[in-house]
């Protein structure tokens, strides 16, 4: 259908005289329309452009509302909210749109979605609903209210929430009402503190007090009619020495308004003097008025004068304590320290306190102890030992106790220190085990009584005197039960004497012995009072006795050989000489021999001469053994070789009714000794055993190997024996035996028990001699109807190779050296240079070293050999080879003697291996000893 127009409507119209009216009619109608319908378009543009501004505003007002608004639908779900929504849950706002309560609030929605189904279902708004929730961490108080909102039909479509958040009205009424809380109870404390009479409050000016509680009044004595007269002024109250420090307090308080407390004194009315403490705040300043709160402090001055005695007597025991005691800081420095700490660091405590331990023990000290101040600053009680080194006294051991110091809030403040040095007494501790170690190990007889003279106390050795098995059996003894009766008097004078003088009193007695009943046995008895060690006075009195038995039979012993000393010095002199004379009778008797024919009965008699020197030079030599001045020429030897030796030559000395018994240890050790002088040793031995068996018998002897320790010497009383390793050779035989009292003389020279002409009584001597020159040591070891045995030990020898020794050999030729003889005795010296010059030798001779000396000074021809003696006046023997060789280096030198008392000088010429010759010698010997000193060595010429 086509479209009409105004236009196409009014030119289809009816004729134009009344069509145009109906035309004219009928546009103003249209145009009305028009027109109503602009202005209804306009109208409504206007009604929408005003909507669009009220809803803009509405935003507006919705978005900057200080409220929480909210709009959600019968689903629950957000369809709008506002800033101050978001605000509350913390999320942007598109991020609410279209979420529900349960997703946006969790925590609120079992709350609020009854309540808002209730406003959906009942279209009934729910106002002033209070609520609190925890948000983001924080309680928040508020107050909504919730309405319904309808669409176009009435029904309810939304539900719109307005929260007022009232957290902050809350808290400030909170604050407000703890304040008003707080104001009230201050004022009621005030009020309590000044009508309780235990502090003075006063308001005054300058001049006087104008007001003032009982309290004040009483603490200085006046009336209150006396103050409201004006009586009371501050002239009357202070005492002059505080008028300055009032006028400072008034001047900061007109300054500041304040005036902090301070301590001073008031003057009361009876002129009597209060210690208080006075704070003060202006209360107008117009006239200036201020009010005061005194405190009497009359019981806190007498509690700090108390504090400071205390103190002070802290610090006195503290200071007289022998214990370290400090207290260190969470810092680890010293915030106190007594007496013993500054000794200890050698410091006055004021250069210790506030520094830090390692400061004051230094780096490895403290690296030591380090772990232990540590776990006592976390609160750990701790007690340990550990060794300081002092910068005096060097390392001690201290014993080191930390005792935490906890605060009111259970925070370790610091800890103390509690140091004790224990270096002493452990010392005391160990020197009193020792000592008490001694008295028990002791083999003497120990005891402590009390002054009643009842046992307290004895040592094993005491005890086993007694028979005690032990020291519970003390119980009921005496001290007088410990004598033999006879002693008593000497027992009770001695413990009188020594209370009486404070000092040991020595006595000799007799002691009670489970081991000698009914004889006791002798000791040497001391008695020494024990006192306390603070007061000095005498608690009881100890006792100590030594057996001396032992010390008897070692004073014999020492007696009998200081007698063989005596004789063996006597015997050597004279063997000396003697071999003197013997080699002078000896040596012209050979020539004498030597120039008698074979057929001469002169011969005879001059062979009988020699046979009886030589005798003679036999018993010298067994008088020299005994004195122990022979020269030993010592080798390494196998023991076991000798007494074999020895055994095929024994056995037809022995006899046919005596047997010989040869029991020698295969694994012998060698020794070092003479071998003439060791067979010599067995063959006496041997000879005296046979004479010991008249009827028969047997004789054995034997070897082995033995270690002799300190026990064995402590059982042979009066002789050093050295610990070590021994040979022992025993000679063993069946004889009558030997009696005590013949045993104790056994060794005495000339002493015997064979009948006259039968022995010399030099035999057992010389054994004696020899054993002892050697190193050795010989026991007897007999009883009468037993037989004897005599036990000899010789020191072992590491030495395998023997010593190479001179032998004797064919007369060599002699010689054309220059030989210079040293030798005192006229007789020999003639005897040697006659010998040596018949034999080729050019001779020089001298008496004494000072003679040698000269003869060497005018002489220029060579030397090639010095004999010399090794016991000469003024110079040793030894001391002229010395200067001789000073001048002639590297010639000969052969020792000869009779005998020399100087071992060192014996050991020396061992030692060196010099050649040397016993005197008494034959011509013959000293040739062939002269000939082997020179050999084939070039001559040697002066220097």
């Not at 063959?683 to 047997?698: C, Q, T, V």
């Amino acid at each position: 259908m086509p479209v009409m127009t105004v236009e196409s409507f009014v030119a289809n119209a009816a004729p134009p005289a009344i069509g145009f009216g109906l035309v004219l009619l009928a546009v103003s109608a249209v145009w009305w329309l028009l027109v109503r319908e602009r202005r209804a378009r306009a109208a409504l543009e206007r009604a929408l452009a005003a909507e669009a501004d009220t809803l803009g505003m509405l935003e507006t007002m919705l978005a900057g509302a200080p409220a929480a608004m909210a709009f959600v639908d019968r689903e629950l779900r957000f369809v709008r909210v506002n800033q101050a929504q978001a605000a509350i849950t913390g999320r942007p706002v598109a991020a609410h749109l279209g979420r529900t309560i349960r997703e946006m609030l969790p925590a609120m929605a079992d709350t609020l979605e009854p309540l808002i189904r209730r406003v959906l279902a009942t279209g009934e708004p729910l106002l002033d609903l209070a609520f609190h929730e925890q948000i983001r961490g924080r309680r928040r108080e508020g107050i909504a209210r919730l309405y319904p909102v309808r669409d176009a039909a009435g029904r309810v479509a939304w539900v719109g929430a307005v929260t007022i958040d009232i957290t902050a009205r809350v808290e400030a009424e909170r604050e407000r009402a703890a304040i008003r809380a707080a104001l009230a109870e201050s004022e009621a404390r005030f009020r309590a503190l000044a009508d309780s009479g235990v502090l003075g409050v006063l308001v005054a000016d300058p001049e006087r007090i104008l007001e003032a509680n009982d309290a004040f009044l009483q603490l200085i004595g006046y009336t209150r009619e006396e103050m409201l007269r004006g009586e009371i002024r501050w002239t009357g109250v202070t005492p002059p020495e505080y008028a300055a420090r009032d006028e400072a307090a008034i001047e900061e308080l007109y300054r500041t308004g304040v005036c902090a407390p301070f301590q001073k004194e008031y003057l009361r009315k009876d002129g009597t003097r209060v210690p208080i403490v006075i704070g003060a705040a202006i209360t107008q300043r117009d006239p200036l008025e201020w009010a005061c709160f005194v405190l009497d402090v009359t019981e806190r001055r007498r509690a700090e004068v108390a504090l400071e005695r205390r103190e002070a007597e802290l610090r006195l025991v503290m200071d007289a304590a022998p214990v370290q005691i400090g207290y260190v800081d969470r810092d680890e420095r010293y915030r106190l320290v007594n007496h013993a700490y500054e000794a200890w660091f050698a410091r006055p405590r004021e250069e210790i306190l506030g520094r830090s331990v390692s400061e004051l023990l230094g780096d490895p000290a403290y690296a030591d102890i380090r772990e232990y101040i540590r776990r006592a600053l976390r609160g750990e009680t701790l007690h340990y030992e550990r060794v300081i080194p002092h910068p005096v006294l060097g390392d001690r051991v201290l014993d080191v106790q930390y005792v935490p110091d906890r605060g009111p809030d259970g925070r370790v403040r610091g800890f103390v220190s509690l140091v004790t040095d224990l270096t002493e007494r452990l010392q005391a501790e160990q020197e009193r085990r020792n000592f008490t170690a001694l008295v028990e190990a002791s083999r003497d007889f120990i005891g402590i009584a009390a002054l009643d003279g009842r046992l307290l106390y004895l040592n094993p050795a005491g005890r086993a005197f007694l028979g005690l098995a032990a020291a519970s059996q003390l119980a009921g003894l005496s001290v007088q039960d410990c004598w033999e009766p006879d002693c008593e008097a000497a027992v009770r004078a001695a413990a009188a004497e020594a209370q009486a003088q404070g000092a040991a009193t020595e006595f000799d007695g007799r002691l009670h012995s489970a081991g000698a009943p009914g004889e006791g046995v002798e000791v040497a008895g001391a008695a020494f009072m024990l006192h306390d060690p603070r007061s000095a006075l005498p608690v009881a009195i100890a006792w100590t006795a030594r057996d001396v038995r032992a010390q008897r039979e070692a004073e014999v012993n020492l007696r009998r050989a200081q007698r063989i000393e005596s004789v063996g010095l006597l015997a050597g002199g004279i063997a000396h000489n003697f071999n003197n004379m013997l080699m002078a009778v000896l040596g012209y008797n050979q020539y004498v021999l030597r120039g008698l024919p074979e057929e001469s009965p002169l011969r005879r008699d001059a062979e009988e001469v020699g046979r009886a020197a030589g005798r003679a030079a036999e018993l010298t030599r067994q008088l020299l053994a005994f004195s122990q001045r022979q020269i030993l020429r010592e080798e390494p030897l196998a023991l076991n070789d000798v007494v074999a030796d020895m055994g095929r030559m024994l056995r037809p000395l022995l006899g046919a009714d005596v047997e010989l018994l040869l029991r020698l240890d295969p694994s012998l050790d060698r020794v070092r000794a003479d071998r003439s002088q060791l067979e010599q040793v067995i063959i006496n031995l041997a000879l005296n055993a046979r004479d010991a068996m008249p009827s028969g018998g047997r004789l054995t002897i034997e070897t082995d190997n033995v270690e002799l320790g300190a026990d064995y010497a402590a059982s042979h009383v009066g002789t050093v024996i050295p610990a070590g390793r021994y040979v022992q050779l025993s000679v063993g035989d069946t004889g009558h035996g030997i009696d005590a009292a013949t045993r104790a003389r056994l060794f005495e020279p000339f002493f015997t028990t064979k009948q006259p002409g039968r022995g010399t009584g030099l035999g057992l001597a010389m054994v004696y001699g020899t054993v002892k020159q050697s190193g050795g040591f010989i026991w007897v070891y007999s009883e009468p109807g037993l037989g004897t045995t005599l036990k000899i030990y010789l020191p072992a020898s590491p030495d395998r190779v023997p010593v190479a020794t001179v032998r004797e050999a064919p007369p060599p030729v002699g010689g054309t050296e220059t030989v210079l003889v040293v030798e005192d005795e006229d007789t020999v010296r003639t005897l040697a240079v006659r010998t040596l010059e018949l034999h080729g030798y050019t001779v020089l001779a001298a008496r004494d070293a000072a003679g040698a000396v000269r003869l060497l000074q005018a002489s220029r021809a060579p030397l090639h050999l010095l004999i010399t003696d090794i016991v000469l006046p003024g110079a040793s023997g030894r001391e002229v080879a010395a200067r001789v060789l000073e001048r002639y280096p590297g010639i000969a030198v052969v020792y000869m003697s009779g005998y020399t008392p100087d071992d060192l000088v014996t050991r020396g010429l061992r030692d060196a291996g010099s050649p040397f010759i016993q005197k008494p010698f034959l011509p013959d010997a000293l040739v062939r000893i002269v000939r082997s000193a020179l050999g084939p060595r070039a001559v040697a010429g002066p220097l």
